[in-house]
């Protein structure tokens, strides 16, 4: 039974999930999974986790979907066997770290990880001032690029450390250590709830520094 991830934006009112809920169900979809992403504004933005009973009818999900007034669609990913739970990862992410021994080590799972559950292209871990690249996964900006883009990003922020920025870049700091992290990918802008759990995560690899 194939399953996809849906990233759906929707009015802030009663009853609009129940409006998606009832259009997936008209093509023998089931909903397996509901993960609310970000809201303000009067939109929430939610991840559908949504199986189908066979292959081939995923056009007409997304256009069933995109019937109920006020709702667009951002994003269809397909899922594997070991469907991605961004609650699950997360803790598998801080346990990780809790077991990690040396600062190398901290960083280095910090970063493949995140872009693993964040499933980004890159992330990168640095020190911000003087610029100084310590762990790089993926193909990232320079070092100095991300510096200056993580402290300009905090004068910017007048909301919870992190929000602040373009949506296909996310950042938090280790401010313990003096330390910033960095991701980014493309095609799939980061929402609040995400920035949110980065920065989680960001703080358990801060308090395993020095």
């Known amino acids: 039974m194939p399953t996809y991830l849906v990233r759906v934006w929707l009015p802030d009112r009663p009853g609009a999930l129940g409006q998606v809920a009832s259009r997936i169900g008209a093509v023998r979809g089931d909903v397996v999974g509901i993960e609310i992403l970000e ?34 669609v951002e994003d269809v990913r397909t899922l594997g066997s070991d469907r991605h739970d961004p609650g699950l990862t997360a803790l598998a992410t ?25 499933e980004c292209d ?22 100095p690029w991300v510096a200056a883009f993580v402290l300009g990003s905090r004068h910017l922020d007048t909301g919870a450390d ?25 095609g799939r802008p980061f929402r609040w709830r ?15 520094l020095p």
């Not at 809201?39 to 069933?64: H, I, N, Q, S």
């Not at 890159?122 to 070092?143: D, K, N, T």
């Open 94 to 118: 801080a346990t990780r770290l809790m077991e990690s021994d040396d600062d190398t080590t901290v960083l280095k799972v910090l970063c493949e990880h995140t872009v693993a559950d964040f």
């Open 162 to 186: 992190g929000d602040a920025g373009p949506h296909d870049v996310a950042w938090a700091d280790l401010p313990r250590a003096g330390l910033g992290l960095a991701v980014g990918r493309k």
């Open 122 to 143: 890159w992330a990168v871990a640095l020190r911000l001032s003087p610029a100084e690249l310590l762990i790089q996964v993926g193909e990232a900006p320079s070092a």
């Open 194 to 208: 995400e920035r949110r759990q980065l920065a989680a995560l960001a703080h358990i690899a801060d308090l395993r």
């Open 39 to 72: 809201r303000g504004a009067g939109r929430a933005v939610d991840e559908l986790v949504v199986a189908l009973p066979g292959d081939g009818l995923l056009d007409l999900l997304v256009a069933e979907i995109s019937q109920v007034d006020g709702v667009d």
